[in-house]
């Protein structure tokens, strides 16, 4: 097993974002450096309490410069079905960071 950490952000917090939100959290090679929500009472929540585990101290945005500026690895692409952005997700793959999707 390695050592070594990996940099995520989750994009979505819906039914599957936020199952996957969770499991970053869990995870002891994993470190969420940022949120991406839609709704806007989401909004500078803390990412545990948007998934019932205890606080991280990274807050949800609907920034996608803040996401990008956290500068995660890899971004867990899990949007609202209908706010699928092929404009976000080249913006993430221009910036350098992977993605990691459902969507099809």
């Not at 991280?56 to 209908?82: K, M, Q, S, W």
Request: hydrophobic residues 40%; charged residues 20%; proline residues 4%.
């Amino acid at each position: 097993m390695t050592n070594r950490r990996y940099r995520l952000a989750q994009w979505g917090t819906g039914h599957s974002g936020r199952r996957a939100l969770r499991n970053v959290i869990e995870h002891p090679n994993l470190d969420l450096v940022g949120v991406y929500v839609y709704a806007d009472e989401k909004v500078e929540k803390d990412a545990g309490d948007l998934c019932g585990v205890g606080p991280t101290g990274i807050e949800a945005t609907r920034n996608i410069a803040d996401i990008i500026a956290a500068r995660p690895e890899c971004v867990l692409y899990f949007p609202a079905t209908h706010s699928t952005s092929i404009d976000d997700m080249c913006a993430l793959l221009e910036s350098g960071i992977n993605l990691v999707t459902l969507v099809a």
